[in-house]
């Protein structure tokens, strides 16, 4: 394959990228967008618990949250895997590109290449490598959805108990710590798999540095 045709077929697989990536993304934040009107809809309701809505039936309000949860788990990771894809053709674009190189750049501490495609956004939107203030941010925002979820399920078995036989609220409290169990180890093993992908991202990258950017 030429040259020029190599730098079109990685043009196009970016672009399909990038668009599955944005995707992605807005998908995760519908989702959230929907379990926290779920919530607030629910609260408000609140009243209704043990008269038009009987206990056992308020006991099963939080299993929507908890499936949007674990969705939203595989979706979100799914889009910081293709985070580590964009990257990595974004590198081998701008090798390929008449951008100036890092050595040319006015200020060599702070290299051209941070602030091209995606890596300036990676460094205040991907917790691995934003600054701490963006870490934290992005830490209350997730913590805060999935608390939110975690709060919310509490409030029901706390309210309903008492109203149904034990068997209910123990029937509950098991299925509810076994979906947080399950959403909790989708997060680790993903975030296991992205730190493994990260690595051999950074490993390709280092073994692959053009003459301008060595």
Do not use: C
Request: no cysteine; charged share 15%; proline share 3%.
């Amino acid at each position: 394959m030429s040259e020029e045709n190599a730098v079109s077929a990685l043009g196009a697989l970016y672009q399909g990228e990038k668009t599955d990536s944005i995707g992605i993304f807005n998908v995760a934040m519908v989702m959230m967008g929907i379990a926290a009107a779920y919530v607030i809809s629910a609260v408000t309701v609140s009243d209704l618990y043990g008269t038009a809505l009987d206990w056992k039936v308020v006991l099963l309000l939080p299993v929507p949250l908890w499936l949007i949860a674990a969705y939203h788990s595989l979706v979100a990771l799914g889009g910081m895997s293709h985070g580590i894809s964009l990257s990595i053709l974004e590198y081998s674009l701008y090798l390929q590109s008449k951008l100036p190189s890092d050595g040319e750049f006015v200020e060599p501490e702070e290299p051209l290449r941070k602030y091209v495609g995606s890596r300036l956004g990676d460094r205040i939107m991907d917790i691995g490598q934003a600054t701490w203030p963006h870490r934290i941010a992005s830490v209350f925002v997730y913590a805060g959805f999935y608390l939110g979820i975690v709060g919310y399920t509490v409030s029901v078995i706390v309210a309903a108990w008492g109203h149904v036989s034990g068997g209910w609220s123990a029937g509950a409290i098991i299925v509810y710590s076994l979906a947080l169990a399950i959403v909790a180890t989708s997060w680790l093993q993903g975030f296991r798999l992205l730190n493994k992908g990260n690595r051999a991202r950074d490993t390709w990258i280092a073994n692959n540095k053009g003459p301008d950017l060595a």
